[in-house]
């Protein structure tokens, strides 16, 4: 079992930045990939970025490419999402997740957190 906490989230101007910390417990963080998905209201849950066990290869969708930046401190067992130039468009409930492979979809995840609110205001 892998525990994923977010945290960081919170409310931002247009044009600002946030970053997102998503904390893990359990099992061998450095063993798994580890990304973030976003849900806006009234749509479905979206792929975000990814980025592999070992921190050398990452992923983004194209909404927020050359925009936000994922990282991963495997000695704190941390995972970060930097954004930046935000967007109206970027408000939505942020989650971690984590599996032993990697993912672009929600059917390849196997652990989730509880999500992080972020609000973008024009």
């Known amino acids: 079992q892998v525990q994923l906490v977010e945290s960081g989230g919170g409310l931002a101007q247009a044009g600002g930045s946030l970053r997102l910390s998503c904390a893990a417990s359990?099992?061998?963080?450095?063993?798994?990939?580890m990304g973030w998905f976003r849900q806006a209201p009234g749509k479905e849950r979206e792929f975000v970025a990814l980025?592999?066990?070992?921190?050398?290869?990452?992923f983004y969708s194209d909404s927020v490419k050359g925009r936000f930046t994922i990282s991963r401190n495997n000695a704190e067992n941390t995972v970060y999402l930097q954004m930046n130039s935000l967007k109206t468009e970027d408000t939505a409930v942020y989650y971690c997740?984590?599996?032993?492979?990697?993912?672009?979809?929600?059917?390849?995840?196997?652990?989730w957190g509880l999500g992080t609110q972020v609000t973008v205001s024009s």
């Open positions: 997740a984590a599996d032993e492979y990697a993912f672009v979809s929600e059917e390849g995840v196997g652990y």
């Open positions: 359990g099992r061998t963080f450095s063993a798994y990939a």
């Open positions: 980025i592999s066990w070992s921190g050398g290869s990452t």
